[in-house]
């Protein structure tokens, strides 16, 4: 293991690990901002337990401890606000068609770049701990055959390899701000650049599944707390805190 200091980011680099996400869980006596980093996982995984590729050398396998408030606000904006710091990261990379499908996906061209997986590590009357995991396909030259159709890199992008460690604190730096002004209230400002950042906000069809149910409808932005508002062909708006969203395929007639 390797520590690099980088305020306010500790991070402890591994060449091999299970889960960058699960690691961190473990070290339960890590302040605020410790980071861990690895080339490779053996067991990484995005949201709904999905499993990661990641490769030695071809992404960025990060995962961040956050101590936040609650008073501060409201901690669902933390998925969010990290999805910008990504995509803000990627714009440096001069990258054409990103976007940032709800809550918090990254696409090029409509296909995944980044994942986000934020778990709460916290037990009994311990002060709220949360582990953010991002995974981002950074050197990936291709896929397996079941997301190759879903899926890209950077380097699929640029036709340039692009180096993880740059990549990573350009990002951190990103994450940074971002976390600061959430810590300091700035709700508005957050939602708000998300909605700039993502052509899922307003007017997409779009469709949503559910625990239970499936809603077909068109985006009309975030609620302030980060929750996505659809209208549904009924004119019903319904407020979609948790679901799958996906960009409605147009059905045209045999």
């Not at 980088?6 to 339960?28: C, E, M, R, V």
């Not at 933390?78 to 976007?99: F, N, W």
């Not at 980044?114 to 009357?125: D, F, M, N, Q, R």
């Not at 993880?164 to 209230?185: K, M, N, P, S, T």
């Amino acid at each position: 293991m390797n520590i690099v200091r980088q305020a306010p980011w500790a991070i402890h680099h591994f060449d091999s690990l299970g889960s960058t996400n699960d690691y961190l869980k473990g070290l339960t006596d890590a302040s605020e901002f410790t980071c861990v980093t690895a080339d490779a996982q053996t067991a990484g995984r995005g949201r709904r337990d999905r499993a990661w590729v990641s490769l030695p050398g071809e992404g960025l396998y990060l995962s961040v401890l956050l101590l936040p408030n609650s008073a501060q606000g409201n901690v669902a904006l933390i998925s969010l606000l990290v999805a910008i710091a990504v995509a803000e990261t990627l714009t440096e990379y001069r990258v054409a068609a990103l976007d940032i499908k709800w809550p918090n996906d990254v696409l090029i061209n409509e296909r995944k770049v980044c994942g986000i997986l934020v778990e709460g590590a916290s037990s009994g009357a311990q002060a709220l701990r949360l582990i953010v995991g991002i995974g981002v396909n950074l050197n990936h030259q291709s896929f397996p055959p079941e997301i190759s159709e879903t899926a890209t890199s950077l380097f699929l992008q640029l036709g340039q390899t692009v180096n993880v460690a740059e990549f990573r604190d350009r990002l951190l730096a990103r994450l940074a701000h971002w976390y600061a002004q959430w810590q300091q209230g700035y709700a508005t400002q957050i939602v708000a650049r998300w909605q700039a950042l993502s052509t899922y906000a307003h007017g997409q069809e779009v469709t949503v599944t559910l625990d239970d149910e499936v809603i077909e409808g068109v985006t009309e932005g975030l609620t302030k707390d980060g929750a996505l508002l659809v209208r549904t062909a009924a004119g019903k708006m319904r407020t979609i805190l948790a679901g799958e969203v996906m960009r409605m395929r147009r059905r045209y007639p045999e």
